[in-house]
């Protein structure tokens, strides 16, 4: 069975080490807005959801990231579905996401979470391929 809460100052440390290019500045942030969902099993964190919100109101996930050996199991279905659930208990009626263009298996899993392509944009000295951007209206 897959348990998910939001993060609490005692994941930080896990969260700094698997959420590396977020840096421990910003995971700290994060845990204490409430922007980070953990996937546990048995006790164990098998996953990880960072979100923060576009134009500060529509929620917009970062990143979501299933532990190897937990993925292809529901781990991150039932992560994606919680959040969903808490953010349309918040009144919101719309999710977004991205990634980037290449990133073919992703984009498959967000179409198949409801998520449907709206456009890219191109990210000069960024990034070497366009960020593709998702939404999902959950009204
Ligand atoms: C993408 C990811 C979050 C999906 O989580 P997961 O727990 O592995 O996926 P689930 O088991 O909940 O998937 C549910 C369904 O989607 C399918 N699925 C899983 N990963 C998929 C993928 N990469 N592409 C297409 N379908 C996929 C599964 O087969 C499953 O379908 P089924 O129940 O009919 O077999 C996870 O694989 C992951 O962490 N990947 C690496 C990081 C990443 O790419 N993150 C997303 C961009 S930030």
Same mark, same amino acid.
């Given at each position: 069975?897959?348990?998910? &809460?939001?993060?609490?100052?005692?994941?930080?440390?896990?969260?700094?080490?698997?959420?590396?290019?977020?840096?421990? &500045?910003?995971?700290?942030?994060?845990?204490?807005?409430?922007?980070?969902?953990?996937?546990?099993?048995?006790?164990?964190?098998?996953? /990880?959801?960072? /979100?923060?919100? /576009?134009?500060?109101?529509?929620?917009?996930?970062?990143?979501?990231?299933?532990?190897?050996? +937990?993925?292809?199991?529901?781990?991150?279905?039932?992560?994606?579905?919680?959040?969903?659930?808490?953010?349309?208990?918040?009144? &919101?009626?719309?999710?977004?996401?991205?990634?980037?263009?290449?990133?073919?298996?992703?984009?498959?899993? +967000?179409?198949?979470?409801?998520?449907?392509?709206?456009?890219?944009?191109?990210?000069?000295?960024?990034?070497?391929?366009?960020?593709?951007?998702?939404?999902? +209206?959950?009204?």
């Amino acid at each position: 069975m897959v348990e998910v &809460a939001s993060a609490s100052q005692a994941d930080i440390d896990w969260l700094v080490r698997q959420d590396a290019s977020a840096g421990k &500045a910003w995971v700290s942030r994060c845990v204490a807005l409430g922007e980070y969902l953990l996937a546990r099993q048995a006790g164990e964190i098998v996953g /990880f959801l960072r /979100f923060s919100r /576009f134009w500060g109101r529509v929620p917009y996930m970062e990143m979501i990231r299933i532990q190897p050996a +937990h993925r292809r199991s529901g781990v991150g279905t039932a992560l994606f579905l919680a959040w969903e659930e808490a953010m349309r208990a918040e009144g &919101a009626r719309m999710l977004m996401t991205s990634s980037e263009c290449d990133e073919s298996r992703p984009q498959d899993w +967000h179409r198949r979470n409801g998520f449907a392509e709206i456009g890219a944009i191109e990210l000069p000295g960024l990034q070497s391929v366009p960020e593709v951007f998702f939404i999902k +209206h959950i009204g």
